[in-house]
């Protein structure tokens, strides 16, 4: 008797197991993905475990304020906490006195600090914003001396020495490029460096590219030749074990170009300053007064599949925990005023408006 095969059809495909990911600072996720992750354990989880090994992430900049420097120096000492090979690509005239501004990793006595911070949290009952308490702050995050996934980062103390010493650091200045082309080559070959995946991954690479099209540019008056650029980095990172961040400022860019530049990214984030004396979202949002700014997610990375990702929220506060750690939240409307006996919300929902408010992009 013939032995019984698997029924399969035209519409069935084999889909590889992915292997166990032993390289720190990885992780294996759903249709053959592999994450690495951002620095800030709350939007790996937002993000679905972090940022996917060959994609391009694009954050647009606030003008008035310096917030995407938050997520780059998180991502870039994530990387190196890890070993992994970094290319930082800066408008200064000096990048890699940037390095100097990178934060430390929290240090083991501040993490018991800070659990028992979390059990004392969790006793909290408050009804409109209990949920946020209950939330594993630190995302898959491994103790017993092992490496963690993702680290908390003291942003007040600097990334230790010895942690630079060794290092496959590559720090490049947009004055010095001329043209595109340039750092283009300088990105490959900082690529090339890292193995490609042939079924093990046995390490993984970061691209940080700080203010693309910055005014400091030779290049920033050529809308045409930097939208190319891009699309070729994109090409080029798909094809290595690696991820780029860059960020740029919008309001430098024409609209019609600026589509075509959030259309190539697979990640699309963008900041946004909260000002200082804002009565009226004072009045809207529990916890103004602790907000750093805001992180809007308009993009997240669909690889290997086709389902949208749908999210909780798209529009998250900045935050110090102990005014040294980032950390992002969801908006919580403020309770409603007895005084008045009126919502700020009237359409049934708790938390989004039929009317435009300053919190829309």
């Known amino acids: 008797m013939a032995a019984n095969k698997p029924r399969t059809s035209s519409f069935s495909r084999n889909v590889a197991v992915a292997p166990t990911s032993q390289v720190p600072g990885l992780k294996h996720g759903p249709n053959g993905t592999v994450f690495l992750s951002s620095g800030i354990a709350d939007l790996d989880k937002i993000l679905g475990g972090g940022f996917c090994l060959g994609s391009l992430v694009i954050i647009m900049e606030d003008p008035e ?17 890890h070993k992994q090979p970094l290319f930082y690509a ?118 940080s590219i700080q203010s693309f099209s910055a005014p400091q540019c030779h290049f920033s008056e050529k809308e045409w030749d930097m939208l190319s650029f891009i699309r070729s980095l994109k090409s080029l990172v798909r094809s290595s074990n690696a991820v780029a961040v860059m960020t740029f400022p919008p309001t430098l860019v024409s609209p019609t170009v600026l589509k075509r530049w959030q259309h190539l990214a697979d990640t699309l984030l963008s900041v946004r300053a909260v000002p200082d004396e804002d009565k009226d979202l004072a009045k809207l949002l529990t916890g103004y007064q602790d ?61 989004v408006s039929s009317k435009t408010g300053a919190l829309d992009f």
């Not at 304020?65 to 906490?81: D, E, I, K, Y």
């Not at 599949?305 to 529009?315: G, M």
């Open 65 to 81: 304020a310096p917030h995407h420097m938050l997520l780059l120096r998180n991502f870039m000492s994530q990387g190196l906490v």
């Open 90 to 207: 800066s408008p200064a005239k000096e990048p890699r006195g940037f390095l100097g501004t990178l934060p430390n990793p929290v240090s083991s006595k501040d993490d018991k600090s800070r659990e028992r911070d979390t059990e004392q949290e969790k006793n909290l009952r408050i009804a409109w914003q209990y949920k946020k308490y209950f939330e594993d702050q630190n995302l898959d995050s491994q103790k017993d001396g092992k490496v963690e996934y993702c680290n908390d980062f003291d942003l007040r103390r600097p990334l230790d020495r010895h942690a630079l010493s060794g290092q496959c650091i590559d720090c490049v200045s947009l004055q010095d490029s001329p043209n595109l082309a340039t750092l283009y080559d300088r990105c490959s070959t900082f690529l090339a460096q890292i193995p490609r995946f042939d079924g093990n991954i046995t390490s993984a690479g970061r691209i």
């Open 291 to 351: 907000m750093l700014g805001l992180l809007n997610v308009h993009k997240v990375a669909r690889i290997n599949t086709q389902v949208p990702v749908i999210l909780e929220a798209t529009t998250y506060s900045m935050k110090l925990h102990k005014r040294r750690s980032l950390v992002l939240e969801c908006l919580n409307q403020a309770p409603v005023d007895g005084s008045s006996g009126t919502s700020y919300a009237t359409s049934g929902s708790c938390s």
